[in-house]
């Protein structure tokens, strides 16, 4: 082979690279994201180093023409507090898009949290111990399809299934933190839907769910139905949900209410937030119980990036006398001071 037939080869293969190049692409980002708390758990106090769901993230795209795209999306959690730990339990999907929308399988988000509760968490992402302990989340990730539909006019929509492979499944109550009301049985299937909404300054969100447990004496349903609203007043911006969660059982059945506010206001690089939410009592068989709770926090974020920040908020969890939101024994309540640093990349 002569020195110019190898010039051409090696040309021609760098060209064949950047077409492929041109195609494809993979992306590595993820989240790191640590705080420094003093916490209070009933009597008991701790100070600590907390990794609030620091990940790393791997996402890739192939462009197969006609406009048909195959993408795939990997996340693993890992503890930035002691760097313990590392897997795609977090978020492991492979999917296909188009203009028809997309079909995704594997493991991700139920796609009515993100519609309602996660939307109008603002201030830490929903993490760490600052995150909202009262929303119910009933539908088991893993093993899923999906389907998100394009955007009408800032409408879209998005439902999942979860085959349920006769796999292992504890279903307990939120706030049940003894879980004395928890069942294991087989996990049945499950069916998530969501409508999301943006113009403009408003935002509209709905997610209902319905999941299915069968245990060796009864079978248990669980179905929550959420709406969400956000609204941008210039620097002001509010959100709000509300969510009913049900249960039937052989041996029970008990519904209950819970809602959130949260408002954040940017003055330059500074971000002051403040929310509240409350769990009403279990109505029906738990009727007799008292099982309310209020959460509430207040935040303050400082930007020195659009992707860094440092921020602290002080937390709390009130719990009656037979909840046990946030925590694991009735009663008892829950607070914590924390300062952190979040870098994104």
Same mark, same amino acid.
């Given at each position: 082979?002569?020195?110019?037939?190898?010039?051409?080869?090696?040309?021609?293969?760098?060209?064949?690279?950047?077409?492929?190049?041109?195609?494809?692409?993979?992306?590595?980002?993820?989240?790191?994201?640590?705080?420094?708390?003093?916490?209070?758990?009933?009597?008991?106090?701790?100070?600590?180093?907390?990794?609030?769901?620091?990940?790393?993230?791997?996402?890739?795209?192939?462009?197969?023409?006609? &406009?048909?795209?195959?993408?795939?999306?990997?996340?693993?959690?890992? &503890?930035?507090?002691?760097?313990?730990?590392?897997?795609?339990?977090?978020?492991?999907?492979?999917?296909?898009?188009?203009?028809?929308?997309?079909?995704?399988?594997?493991?991700?988000?139920? &796609?009515?949290?993100?519609?309602?509760?996660?939307?109008?968490?603002?201030?830490?992402?929903?993490?760490?111990?600052?995150?909202?302990?009262?929303?119910?989340?009933? !539908?088991?990730?893993?093993?899923?399809?999906?389907?998100?539909?394009?955007?009408?006019?800032?409408?879209?929509?998005? $439902?999942?299934?979860?085959?349920?492979?006769?796999?292992?499944?504890?279903?307990?109550?939120?706030?049940?933190?003894?879980?004395?009301?928890?069942?294991?049985?087989?996990?049945?299937?499950? $069916?998530?839907?969501?409508?999301?909404?943006?113009?403009?300054?408003?935002?509209?969100?709905?997610?209902?769910?319905?999941?299915?447990?069968?245990?060796?004496? !009864?079978?248990?349903?669980?179905?929550?139905?959420?709406?969400?609203?956000?609204?941008?007043?210039?620097?002001?911006?509010?959100?709000?949900?509300?969510?009913?969660?049900?249960?039937?059982?052989?041996? !029970?059945?008990?519904?209950?209410?819970?809602?959130?506010?949260?408002?954040?206001?940017?003055?330059?690089?500074?971000?002051?937030?403040?929310?509240?939410?409350?769990?009403?009592?279990?109505?029906?068989?738990?009727?007799?119980?008292?099982?309310?709770?209020?959460?509430?926090?207040?935040?303050?974020?400082?930007?020195?990036?659009?992707?860094?920040?440092?921020?602290?908020?002080?937390?709390?969890?009130?719990?009656?006398?037979?909840?046990?939101?946030?925590?694991?024994?009735?009663?008892?309540?829950?607070?914590?001071?924390?300062?952190?640093?979040?870098?994104? !990349?």
């Amino acid at each position: 082979m002569t020195k110019t037939t190898r010039v051409m080869l090696a040309v021609l293969a760098a060209c064949g690279a950047s077409a492929a190049m041109a195609q494809s692409s993979v992306n590595l980002y993820g989240r790191v994201n640590t705080t420094i708390e003093h916490q209070k758990i009933g009597g008991d106090s701790r100070t600590a180093m907390e990794s609030n769901s620091s990940y790393l993230g791997f996402r890739g795209v192939e462009d197969l023409g006609n &406009g048909l795209k195959a993408g795939f999306q990997l996340e693993g959690n890992f &503890g930035s507090d002691n760097g313990a730990g590392f897997n795609f339990q977090r978020h492991s999907e492979i999917n296909l898009s188009g203009n028809f929308g997309a079909v995704r399988l594997g493991k991700f988000n139920a &796609g009515s949290y993100l519609a309602t509760a996660d939307y109008i968490s603002m201030h830490n992402h929903d993490t760490g111990s600052s995150a909202d302990a009262l929303y119910a989340y009933v !539908f088991p990730e893993g093993n899923q399809i999906a389907y998100r539909t394009p955007d009408f006019g800032g409408l879209s929509a998005e $439902f999942h299934y979860g085959f349920g492979e006769k796999a292992d499944r504890a279903a307990s109550l939120p706030g049940d933190g003894e879980g004395l009301l928890a069942v294991a049985g087989e996990h049945k299937g499950a $069916f998530d839907a969501s409508l999301n909404y943006g113009n403009g300054p408003l935002g509209l969100g709905l997610g209902y769910t319905q999941a299915k447990t069968e245990t060796a004496a !009864f079978d248990v349903k669980e179905q929550q139905v959420a709406v969400r609203a956000s609204y941008a007043l210039g620097d002001l911006t509010l959100g709000a949900y509300y969510q009913y969660y049900k249960v039937d059982a052989g041996a !029970f059945d008990t519904k209950r209410h819970a809602y959130r506010l949260a408002a954040m206001y940017t003055v330059g690089a500074s971000e002051f937030h403040v929310n509240a939410g409350r769990a009403q009592n279990y109505k029906g068989d738990l009727s007799s119980f008292s099982t309310s709770a209020t959460q509430w926090t207040l935040g303050y974020n400082y930007n020195l990036s659009k992707r860094t920040k440092v921020y602290g908020y002080f937390t709390k969890i009130n719990n009656s006398s037979d909840a046990a939101y946030g925590v694991s024994t009735f009663g008892d309540d829950f607070r914590s001071v924390a300062v952190g640093v979040r870098h994104l !990349f």
